[in-house]
Nanobody, 122 residues
């Protein structure tokens, strides 16, 4: 298991940008599949982006072209660069990790989760 801690959330105006970070500790970061999810009030948790250990990525349709998932294996950190933010991007953003190498954005496929960081777009 790994420990995950997100940071970088905040309030931003529509059209703005934010970069979220997820610090990972406790396991071999380089071999994990890492993902970002988000949850808006009253809604189910939805997948945003996933990055496999071999660099493969998948994005939700509603963030393609605006968000970029990346990782720094030296810093053991996952990132989510978010550009052209929209009010519908508002929510709590979570990073998640698992050993399985599947390009899937299904919450139940991920074993370890961070506590989340809030993003508000107005």
């Amino acid at each position: 298991h790994v420990q995950l801690v997100e940071s970088g959330g905040g309030s931003v105006q529509a059209g703005g940008s934010l970069t979220l970070s997820c610090k990972v500790s406790g396991d071999d970061f380089g071999r994990l599949s890492m993902a970002w999810f988000r949850q808006a009030p009253g809604k189910e948790r939805e997948g945003v982006a996933v990055r496999l250990s071999d660099g493969g990525t998948k994005y939700a349709d509603n963030v393609k072209g605006r968000f970029t998932i990346s990782k720094d294996n030296i810093k053991n950190t996952l990132y989510l660069q978010m550009n052209d933010l929209k009010p519908e991007d508002t929510g709590t953003y979570y990073c998640a990790a698992d050993e399985k190498q599947w390009l899937r954005l299904v919450p139940t496929e991920y074993r370890d989760w961070g506590p989340g960081t809030q993003v508000t777009v107005s």
